[in-house]
């Protein structure tokens, strides 16, 4: 059964401090997602990685994938509070399966 | 910009009675979804629809629950008999191919059994 990991749950961090969330995932799965949810609202796609190696950039999100390790790690580079937000990572075998998700929040 | 639409945004209903959520997908998107919420938990996987048939689903999607696509434009979930373990956020998706596909998500239902 696939399960996804995802960690820290809650990330408080100050506004230009970099971080990154990392979202494991536990059988072969070459399709990995990334959402942003904010309170009370619905889910926006942020990135779908499909291969080994696979980066993508989008703003102050990197998103990057490693197959062979399970892994996928979404690095913030200098937070800002719009950044805010709840990011759920997802993978895709026979169904979706999304991890808990890491709340961030970024203080001025 | 296309989007996708569902309706009611809130919808209450007494446990055993039937609900329809119903959802417009972006027209051009081949591949339809429904996934749900529990308040502050995690998004579960419930049902992938392709060619108007059920391309996937999860073990939450059992007896209780089945999709349709009454017309060219409408899919909806149907829960035949509501339990008080129903109340969540309902979440329709749409995409052009399942699995590489970008999925936009319509804004929820929710759905509060009582």
């Known amino acids: 059964e696939l399960k996804v990991e995802q960690n820290p749950l809650f990330l408080s961090m100050q506004e230009g401090k970099n971080y990154t969330i990392y979202c494991n995932y536990s059988t072969t799965s070459d399709r990995l997602y990334w959402y942003r949810q904010d309170p009370g609202k619905s889910l926006e796609s942020l990135f779908v990685l499909l291969s080994n190696g696979a980066v993508k950039q989008e703003g102050r999100l990197m998103a990057s994938l490693d197959t062979k390790a399970r892994l996928s790690t979404l690095h913030i580079t200098a937070a800002v509070h719009d950044l805010s937000a709840t990011y759920f990572c997802?993978?895709?075998?026979?169904?979706?399966?999304f991890g808990a998700g890491t709340r961030l929040t970024v203080k001025p | 910009e296309p989007e996708v639409t569902q309706t009611p945004s809130h919808q209450v209903t007494q446990m055993g009675q039937e609900v329809i959520l119903r959802c417009v997908p972006i027209s051009n998107h081949l591949y339809f979804y429904w996934y749900r919420q529990i308040l502050g938990q995690k998004v579960e996987f419930l049902v992938s629809f392709y060619n108007n048939e059920i391309s996937e689903k999860s073990e939450i999607f059992d007896d209780q629950f089945s999709v349709e696509r009454p017309d060219g434009s409408n899919f909806t979930l149907k829960i035949r008999s509501t339990k008080l373990e129903d109340s969540a956020m309902y979440f329709c998706a749409s995409s052009v191919p399942w699995g590489a596909g970008e999925q936009y998500f319509g804004p929820g239902t929710r759905l509060t059994v009582t």
């Open positions: 997802a993978s895709r075998r026979d169904d979706m399966r």
